[in-house]
C-alpha cells in the first residue's frame, strides 16, 4: 500500500494473569483508536494464564469483532507470547502494548500519526523532555538508566529508551528482523536495535508510563541480565561483523551505521522536531 495512507493498526497485548487490568487496557485502548478514526485490530496474547484472563477477552471480543483472544501455542515467556502475536496480526503496522495499564493509549495514536508519515518505526521514550512517569520502583528505574545508557553509549543511536516494550513497526520491519531469537523480555532489546542497524527509519516522542495498580510483575531482573546481554552482543556483532548482510534492500553502508541510516527524528513538543 502507498505510504502514508490508511495505516492499519494492530496491537499485541502478551497477557498472563492479567484479569484485573485487561479489560480496562483494551477498553481504554479502542477508545482511543476510535475517536482518533484509526482503523485497528487488538490482538491480546494469552501466555497460559491460569486466572479469567482469557474469560475477560472473550467478553469484549463479543461486543468488538476487531478485538481477538490468541492462546499462545509456544512455552511460557513473554518474547515467545509477542511473537506468536507478531506471527499473526493482519494491520499494515503493529505496536506491542503491556496488559497492565501501564502504556498511556494517546501515545499509540501519536505513533500512528509518525507511521502515516511514512517513518518505519515509532519509539517512545520516558526520559526526555514532555514525557512523564509515574511509580517506577526506584531500583528497577536505576537498573534501567544504566542499562539504557551502555545500550546508548554502544550503539550511538541517541535513543534512550532502547529497553521500553512499548514501541510501533511497519510490517516490513517485523518482516525484517525477522527471525526472532528471544524468548523473554530481552525481545523488548532485540526488535527496536535489529530495525535501527538494519536500516529502518524511526522518530522518537516523549510517551507517559504509570506502574501497574493490579496483578504483579513478570519481569524479574535477577533472571534477565545475561538474556539481555546476549542480544545486545548478538546485534552488535551483526552490525561489525556481517558486513551489512541483514541490512534493508536500499540502505546504504557509509562508514559506521550511523552514517548510513535514515535520520531519526526527536519530537519533544508538539508541532517541533529535531534531526538526530
Not at 501519536?110 to 509515574?134: K, P, Q
Not at 537498573?143 to 516494550?165: C, E, K, Q, S, W
Not at 557509509?254 to 535520520?263: E, F, V
Request: hydrophobic share 40%; net charge positive.
Amino acid at each position: 500500500m502507498e505510504r502514508g495512507a490508511g495505516v492499519k493498526l494492530s496491537v499485541v497485548i502478551p497477557a498472563r494473569n492479567e484479569e484485573g487490568s485487561i479489560a480496562a487496557t483494551v477498553t481504554s485502548i479502542t477508545s482511543a483508536l476510535r475517536e482518533a478514526g484509526i482503523p485497528y485490530e487488538i490482538v491480546v496474547v494469552d501466555d497460559a494464564s491460569t486466572d479469567a484472563t482469557a474469560d475477560r477477552i472473550l467478553a469484549l471480543a463479543e461486543g468488538d469483532g476487531d478485538v481477538r483472544l490468541l492462546r499462545s501455542p509456544y512455552r511460557n515467556g513473554f518474547g515467545m507470547a509477542v511473537r506468536a502475536g507478531l506471527e499473526t496480526f493482519t494491520g499494515d503496522a503493529v505496536a506491542i502494548v503491556m496488559a497492565d495499564g501501564s502504556d498511556a493509549p494517546e501515545d499509540l495514536v501519536a505513533y500512528h500519526r509518525l507511521l502515516t508519515a511514512g517513518y518505519d518505526c515509532a519509539f517512545g521514550s520516558r526520559f526526555m523532555r514532555g514525557s512523564r512517569v509515574e511509580h517506577y520502583p526506584t531500583l528497577k528505574l536505576v537498573i534501567n538508566r544504566i542499562v539504557n545508557a551502555g545500550i546508548r553509549a554502544l550503539f550511538g543511536h541517541g535513543y534512550n529508551d532502547t529497553t521500553n516494550a512499548f514501541k510501533a513497526y511497519r510490517r516490513e520491519v517485523i518482516e525484517s528482523v525477522s527471525p526472532l531469537v528471544s524468548q523473554h523480555f530481552n525481545l523488548t532489546v532485540e526488535l527496536p536495535l535489529k530495525a535501527v542497524v538494519r536500516g529502518h527509519s524511526y522518530a522518537i516522542v516523549p510517551i507517559r508510563w504509570r506502574g501497574r495498580e493490579h496483578g504483579e510483575s513478570k519481569l524479574k531482573l535477577q533472571e534477565m541480565g545475561s538474556r539481555y546481554l546476549f542480544i545486545v552482543l548478538l546485534v552488535f556483532l551483526e552490525h561489525h561483523l556481517s558486513r551489512g548482510d541483514y541490512r534493508r534492500p536500499g540502505a546504504a553502508v557509509i562508514g559506521r551505521w550511523r552514517a548510513g541510516r535514515p535520520a531519526a527524528r526527536f519530537y519533544d513538543e508538539p508541532g517541533k522536531a529535531g534531526t538526530a
